[in-house]
C-alpha cells in the first residue's frame, strides 16, 4: 500500500466527489455489510443465476484460454472493443498512472468509477439485480470480492501471471486475486521505547514494561481473529485477556488517530496501524518506527473479472496488466506489492493474509470477541 499523504479524485466523476479516504475502505465493517448484502441477494438469487448466461460463457473462454497466442488474442480483442470499464477503491491518483500505462501500451482506455470496496459492492449488486452489467474489472478490499465471487458474479481467471505472484494473493476458487496488500504493522516512540525492547512475541506483551503502554484500533477484529487463531484460539484470547488484565490496552478509534498519539508520545507502542501511516509519520521526521511482531497480516486490495463482462478481451488484458507489468508501477509508488520479483520488507518472513471468507462467515463471533477481550474492559 503507498505511503500517500493526500488522496485526491482528479477525474473522477462528479458522484464520487466526497467519497472517503482510502484506508476508509479498509474499515472493519465492511464484512459485516457484506454479510447483510449477501442476506438481501439471496432473496433475488433466482434473478442473478439466470443473468446473461451467453455473456458469461464467452468471458468465461475467454478468460481460461491458455494458448501460447493468448496475449495477442487478448490484445485484438482488445482494439476491437476499444475501452473497458473498472470499479475501484484504489486512490484516483494511483488508478490515472495504471490507466495510462496500460492505454499507452495496448491503446485501450480505461474508463473509471471510484468508490471505496463498499460502495462498489452495493452497485454492482444493484446493478446485477437491475440485469445491467456494465462493470468489467473491479478492484479493492478481498472483503468485497469473496460475496461477489459466492453470488456467482465474477469469473473464474487462468492467468500466466499467476506465477509470478506470491501463493497466498490467488484465492483458492481463482476468482479474484490480490493486486497489493494492506500492511498491519506495530509502531512505536523511539524517544520512550529503545529498539531492542521492542516485543518479539505477542506473549512478550505480559511484561511489566508495557503497563499502561499499549494502544489498538477499535474496529480490527479481523487483525485480531488471525493473530488468535494462528495462536490457537483458546490460547490467543487467554493471552490477550491476560495483556490486558496485566497491562492494559488503549482503545483508539482511527488509525491514523492512534499512529499520531504513537508520534505524540501518548501511545508509546501501538499493535494495529496501518504500514503507510507509520511510514508517512516517520519519513516525516516525527519519533515514530514500525516494526512486525511475526507473522506479518496484511489485508488484500484484491482485482475481479465479472462474469458478464462488456468487454472482455479488454478486461482481461487489464487482469493480466494489473499482476504484471503494472507491479513495478505500484512498487515504484510505495506500495506493497504481490510480484514475487519486487523485493519488499514484507517478504523476508512470515506473511498472514486475512482470511476474507472465513471472516465474512465469521463476523459477528469476532466483533464479539473483540469487544469482550479488548474493547470492553478498557472502559
Not at 109 to 122: I, N, T, Y
Not at 236 to 243: A, H, K, Q, T, W
Not at 309 to 324: C, Q, R, S, T, V
Request: aromatic share 8%; with cysteine.
Amino acid at each position: 500500500m503507498p505511503w500517500f499523504a493526500d488522496v485526491t479524485n482528479h477525474g473522477v466523476e462528479p458522484a464520487m466527489v466526497g467519497m472517503r479516504h482510502l484506508q476508509c475502505v479498509l474499515r472493519g465493517s465492511l464484512p459485516a455489510l457484506a454479510a447483510l448484502l449477501l442476506a438481501e441477494i439471496v432473496l433475488e438469487h433466482s434473478v442473478l443465476a439466470q443473468t446473461a448466461p451467453a455473456q458469461s460463457s464467452g468471458v468465461a473462454e475467454i478468460a481460461t484460454y491458455q494458448g501460447a497466442d493468448r496475449e495477442q488474442r487478448l490484445f485484438e480483442g482488445a482494439k476491437r472493443e476499444k475501452e473497458l470499464t473498472f470499479y475501484a477503491s484504489i486512490p484516483a491518483d494511483d488508478i490515472a498512472v495504471l490507466a495510462s500505462a496500460f492505454d499507452k501500451k495496448y491503446g485501450v482506455k480505461v474508463k473509471v468509477w471510484r468508490a471505496d470496496s463498499e460502495g462498489f459492492l452495493q452497485r454492482i449488486v444493484s446493478e446485477a439485480k437491475a440485469r445491467r452489467f456494465e462493470v468489467d474489472i473491479m478492484a479493492g478490499s478481498s472483503s468485497a470480492l469473496e460475496p461477489l465471487y459466492r453470488e456467482n458474479l465474477l469469473q473464474e481467471v487462468k492467468s500466466p501471471n499467476f506465477a509470478d505472484v506470491i501463493p497466498e494473493a490467488v484465492a483458492p476458487h481463482r476468482q479474484w486475486v490480490a493486486v497489493f496488500l494492506n500492511t498491519i504493522v506495530q509502531a512505536y516512540n523511539t524517544n520512550q521505547v529503545a529498539k531492542d525492547s521492542l516485543p518479539k512475541t505477542y506473549a512478550d506483551l505480559l511484561r511489566p514494561q508495557w503497563k499502561g503502554q499499549l494502544g489498538i484500533e477499535a474496529e480490527d477484529f479481523d487483525w485480531f481473529a488471525q493473530v488468535v487463531t494462528d495462536l490457537g484460539e483458546a490460547q490467543g484470547l487467554r493471552l490477550f485477556r491476560s495483556i490486558v488484565a496485566a497491562n492494559g490496552i488503549s482503545v483508539r478509534k482511527g488509525h491514523s488517530l492512534l499512529a499520531n498519539l504513537v508520534a505524540a508520545g501518548e501511545v508509546p507502542l501501538a499493535l494495529t496501524v496501518y504500514g503507510f501511516t507509520a511510514e508517512q509519520a516517520k519519513r516525516k521526521g516525527a519519533p515514530l518506527d514500525w516494526f512486525v511482531i511475526p507473522p506479518a497480516i496484511a489485508r488484500p486490495t484484491a482485482e475481479g473479472l465479472a462474469r458478464n463482462a462488456p468487454h472482455p478481451h479488454a478486461a482481461m488484458l487489464f487482469y493480466d496488466f494489473l499482476i504484471g507489468d503494472g507491479q513495478q508501477i505500484l512498487a515504484s509508488r510505495q506500495f506493497v506489492t504481490v510480484s514475487r520479483m519486487i523485493e519488499t520488507p514484507f517478504n523476508k518472513g512470515p506473511l498472514k493474509l486475512i482470511d476474507s471468507a472465513a471472516m465474512l462467515d465469521q463476523a459477528r463471533k469476532w466483533q464479539e470477541l473483540y469487544q469482550r477481550t479488548i474493547v470492553g474492559p478498557s472502559r
